[in-house]
């Protein structure tokens, strides 16, 4: 299962979804998970960072970056 930023907002943290400023979505992403961990920083190598989306099969979490 895919969680978006959307996802979150809307089925989560039971939010209206405002599609205008993507930077603000990172903001819903705070309340449920800690960003300044290390899955979720910037990497070394290739400077993938995380853009608002997990994937998860209930028990592990995979952070997707792009």
């Known amino acids: 299962m895919f969680i978006d930023s959307k996802i979150l907002c809307q089925n989560i943290l039971q939010?209206?979804?405002?599609?205008d400023d993507e930077l603000?979505?990172?903001?819903?992403?705070?309340?449920?998970?800690y960003l300044?961990?290390?899955?979720?920083?910037?990497q070394k190598e290739g400077n993938f960072t995380f853009r608002g989306m997990i994937s998860t099969d209930g028990v592990g979490v995979t952070v997707l970056k792009s």
């Open 15 to 19: 939010r209206s979804w405002n599609n």
């Open 24 to 33: 603000f979505h990172l903001d819903y992403w705070y309340e449920v998970v």
């Open 36 to 42: 300044n961990s290390k899955a979720f920083m910037l």
